[in-house]
Every structure is written in C-alpha cells, then in structure tokens.
C-alpha cells in the first residue's frame, strides 16, 4: 500500500501547487498557471498509455521504479527552474513519469490480491485517491507558512518513498503464498534492497535469520511466522 499511497500525494500536491507556483514564484498570470496544468496532464494521459506499453514489453516493476525515480529528479528540476519556458518544457516529463505507474499499479495489485479483485482495485484507486486527498489541507498549511516552492520541493521524496516500497513488493508476494514455518532466501542486487528487506521484515512480523553479501549480491534468510 504504501508504493501506491505516496504517489497520488504527489499527484494532488502538484495539481495543487504549479498554478501557484506559476502565479507567485514565476510571476505569471492565472492563465499561464491553468495552461501549465493542461500541459501537465495531457502529458499524464500519454504517460499512462506508454507506461501500459512499457510494463507488457519489461515488466511491471522496473516500470514503476524507474517511473518513480524520473518523477523525483523531474519534480527536482521543475522546482529549480526559474525561467517560464524550462519550466513549461519539464512539465512534459513530469506527467510522463507522474502518470506512467497509475494503470500498472492497479494491475499489480490485482495480481497481489487474485481471489479479490474488486478490494485490490478499491486499495490502488480510491485509497491512494483518498490519503492524497487528505494530505492535500496539510500541504496548503506548508504553503501559507513556507510558501508554494517548499511543498514542491518536499513532494521530492514521495517518489522515492513509493520506490522504498516497491522495491520490496516481490518478497511481501512470494511470503503471503508462503506458510508458517517456511524459510525464504532472497538473492539481491539492488543497494536498497538493504534497508528495504528489514523494514519488510519489521512491517510483516516474519523473522530475518541472516544476511550475507558477496560482492554485489546480497542473501537474505527469512522465516515465515
């Protein structure tokens, strides 16, 4: 849940802040800001459907990881920008990135719940949807304290919250087909694997008997509860 939780946070913080931003950090007319979100999501509409293509053509995780992190160094360098057009022109790989993981992740989530699909597509959609929702009072409270430019800047690290997540989605799978007792070993390249794998650990309850690394790849010993 929280792989899909953290990028509709910042889906509403963005949809919310670029007229904003456009208005008092660009010093552009309300038009201008309306416009830049119209460019922002129709780059999003493409980016579904090319997110879609890629995930049948590479899979479906390294989709949404690599989605999430371009959407962190876009959301980065959009914020940094202080000319209109750069601006304007990262916009276009800001909805790419910010779109592309939407329709995997519900599949991804229908296939972590096969027996129910209808809850799985509830949790991706309307959740995520929800927890945005909610967040979005507290990122306007930011906004009128430390203004428009600091929300965009912390919305950096939604990405790379969802990628922390979604790293770890293949284990959380394979250890709810597992049953009490089981022991998994786990065989790892990715550097995050080493903090994502305890916190794994820590959120299921199962237990880590062992970790070891030879040279790049890393074991991990774990007993289901």
Same mark, same amino acid.
């Given at each position: ?71 962190s160094?876009? *959301? ?5 920008? +202080?000319d ?11 909805? /790419? ?27 991706? /959609?309307? /959740? ?11 990122l ?8 428009? +430019? ?25 250890? *709810? ?8 070993? *786990? ?9 994502? *794998? ?24 774990? +007993?289901?509860?």
């Amino acid at each position: 849940p929280g792989a899909v939780v953290f990028r509709p946070v910042a889906f509403v913080g963005l949809s919310t802040s670029i007229p904003l931003h456009w208005r008092d950090v660009l010093n552009q007319s309300a038009a201008a800001g309306g416009m830049a979100l119209t460019i922002l999501f129709t780059a999003g509409a493409m980016g579904t459907l090319a997110g879609g293509w890629l995930a049948d053509r590479y899979g479906r995780r390294p989709v949404v990881l690599v989605a999430m992190v371009s959407l962190s160094a876009a *959301i980065l360098a959009f914020v940094s920008a +202080r000319d209109p057009l750069v601006a304007t022109l990262l916009l276009v790989p800001l909805g /790419l990135a910010l779109s592309a993981p939407g329709s995997v992740m519900v599949v991804m989530g229908q296939e972590y719940l096969p027996n129910r699909v209808g809850t799985a597509s509830g949790v991706t /959609l309307g /959740l995520a949807v929800s927890v945005g929702g909610l967040v979005a009072p507290l990122l306007g409270a930011i906004a009128d304290q430390s203004g428009v +430019r600091t929300v965009i800047g912390l919305l950096v690290f939604m990405p790379l919250a969802a990628v922390a997540f979604a790293a770890a989605l293949p284990t959380r799978k394979a250890l *709810i087909t597992m049953t009490s007792g089981d022991l998994l070993v *786990i065989e790892c390249t990715d550097p995050l694997a080493s903090v994502d *794998i305890p916190n794994l650990i820590n959120q299921t309850g199962d237990t880590l008997e062992g970790s070891s690394r030879a040279k790049k790849i890393m074991t991990f010993r774990i +007993r289901k509860r």
